[in-house]
């Protein structure tokens, strides 16, 4: 795989539209079950099998659609405290045919966020430039700080420092502020991202 035909796609992804992409969020009563499973993540020592069951249970209620349902048990699969790999691949498929078959206007989301799922499976198996083909189609869907970060996380792996340092010099100077702030706190909470950080920069 040629990851630098790759990389010519994401700086002309990034160039294309970079003024305007709106951030999308999951909002109302699954706005609601997303908090809740996010918390229950949170918590010390918390047990996948019983996350598992409060996002089943969430979708069971009607307050998960089942393509969020889907994603949401991906995550926990692929978190490295369970890191079953065969089971997050089959549920980023069945994801992947949920959301083909539900369509709509969140149709380019579900989608980004199968890629996303995808890019964290190579990613975590030390396969990068398959995860960086992955994270680069997430962010043709959808221009989001998640998918940036991934990509300059997914380039340092690869050793391309000075391209991180300078696809984020482009993010910062050509994006909306509200995003490339995101990106700045995603690159704070991000141990892959440190050398990007302040008081890290060249």
């Known amino acids: 795989m040629d990851y630098r035909s790759i990389l010519d796609r ?3 992804t990034v160039d294309e539209e970079a003024y305007v992409t709106p951030l999308r969020r999951i909002g109302g009563e ?6 809740l499973i996010r918390e229950a993540m949170r918590q010390q020592g918390w047990d996948p099998e019983q996350v598992r069951a409060l996002i089943l249970r969430l979708q069971d209620e009607g307050r998960l659609r ?4 889907l994603s949401a048990l991906h995550i926990v699969a692929a ?9 997050a691949a089959r549920l980023a498929g069945e994801q992947e045919f ?9 149709l380019n989301h579900n989608l980004a966020s199968v890629d996303r799922h995808r890019g964290v499976i190579a990613f975590s198996n030390q396969h990068y430039e398959a995860a960086l ?15 940036l970060g991934n990509i300059l996380s997914t380039l340092i792996r690869l050793g ?11 993010i910062r100077a050509s994006y909306p502020p509200a995003l490339v702030d995101e990106l700045e706190a995603y690159i704070q909470q991000d141990h892959d991202l440190a050398l990007l950080r ?3 920069a060249p």
């Open 10 to 12: 994401i700086l002309q």
């Open 30 to 35: 699954e706005g609601l079950a997303v908090g």
């Open 66 to 69: 089942r393509v969020t349902a």
């Open 79 to 87: 978190h490295p405290k369970v890191a079953n790999w065969s089971e």
């Open 98 to 106: 949920v959301a083909l078959e539900e369509g709509g206007p969140d």
């Open 133 to 147: 083909d992955h994270f680069g189609r997430a962010l043709e869907r959808e221009r989001s700080a998640a998918n």
């Open 160 to 170: 391309e420092e000075d391209e991180a340092r300078s696809l984020h010099s482009q």
């Open 198 to 200: 302040t008081e890290n």
